[in-house]
């Protein structure tokens, strides 16, 4: 078995090659050559929390194990083994896969929903999170003006420096949401928000959202808000069973009679060709998208494949 410790796989893996990992597990499971389980979740008294999330795909399963203190302490492992002789192959300690995993499966969203023409994005969070949505965004599409809101000035300062430094596009600071969302064609939210981070009545016309934040019943997230939910149409999730164990923002929607589940799709479906995306340019569009153990196993798969061949 090898062993990677340390090492961010964003240094291995492109954030294309993470996108096209992600969006093929994602339609493997739409078509039942993948198989995922739900987040579960473990709270200790003390607010440590430890998260397994399983998942299987193209010959090879693992799990993507999770221990977080409010983000002030924070590891993660990834373990894959082969399905044909159980073996374990890699075991991945701190390598930010989660990161560039998520990132990719917001750029998979912005790929097949926002607007052919996107071109601006507003990022709503400074953290590393943001970063890796707004790299996935200009991974996807070309990408040329985006803006930062984050509460702390000195954060919001530092990402548009580095952002802009990194990929080469112009990331401007600003000092309030309505600010960021102005003229956007993609708004990504990537916080830790028990609250809505910006005003959903404020969205125009052919907007895209990528939403990120995810809590349980347990610890409620909600860094979107109900005139958000209920002005997207179509609105995809990545998958229904999480987002139901989970209790986050979109079952709760369902559950209190904002939206209907008819007007709420997965994701992989819209790559299997099962369902339709966008058909208006003038539609506001949201992906809310919950991490599956299966899109860590895809982007690990690749990279266990890419150190194997370089020893």
């Known amino acids: 078995m090898l062993l990677l410790r340390g090492t961010p796989v964003s240094s291995i893996l492109s954030m294309e090659e993470a996108v096209q990992a ?6 493997e499971l739409a078509q039942g050559r993948g198989f995922d389980l739900p987040r579960r979740r473990i709270h200790h008294p003390n607010g440590m929390i430890f998260g397994l999330l399983p998942g299987s795909v193209n010959g090879v399963m ?12 924070h590891h993660e492992t990834v373990i894959l083994y082969s399905v044909a002789t159980g073996e374990p ?54 990408i040329g003006k985006a803006k930062v809101f984050s509460p702390t000035r000195e954060h919001r300062l530092a990402f548009a420096e580095k952002m802009s430094r990194e990929l080469q596009i112009e990331v401007s600071p600003t000092k309030t949401p309505d600010e ?27 907007m895209h959202v990528t939403s990120m934040a995810n809590g349980d019943k347990n610890r409620t997230r909600q860094e979107i808000d109900l005139p958000t939910i209920q002005r997207s149409n179509p609105l995809f999730i990545t998958s ?9 923002d ?11 589940w008819d007007r709420v799709y997965e994701i992989g479906d819209l790559l299997a ?26 982007v690990g798969q690749r990279v266990y494949e890419r150190v194997k061949g370089s020893l």
């Open 180 to 206: 960021a969302l102005r003229d956007a064609d993609i708004v990504i939210t990537a916080t830790n928000s028990r609250t809505p981070v910006f005003d959903g009545s404020r969205l125009e016309e052919g």
């Open 89 to 142: 192959l890699i075991l991945f300690q701190d390598c930010s896969i989660n990161e560039l995993r998520t990132g990719a499966a917001g750029g998979v969203g912005a790929k097949w929903l926002a607007r052919e023409d996107a071109s601006r994005v507003a990022v709503l969070g400074s953290a590393a999170h943001a970063e890796a949505q707004l790299k996935a965004a200009c991974a996807v599409r070309a």
């Open 22 to 27: 992600v969006e093929g597990s994602l339609k």
């Open 273 to 298: 060709g099962n369902t339709t995306g966008r058909t208006s340019e003038k539609q506001i569009t949201l992906f809310k998208l919950q991490g599956l153990g299966i899109m860590d196993v895809a």
């Open 250 to 260: 979109i079952f709760r929607a369902v559950r209190d009679g904002v939206i209907s």
């Open 62 to 73: 693992g799990a993507y194990l999770q221990t977080d203190l409010e983000r002030r302490l």
């Open 240 to 248: 229904r069973a999480t987002v139901c164990a989970n209790e986050s």
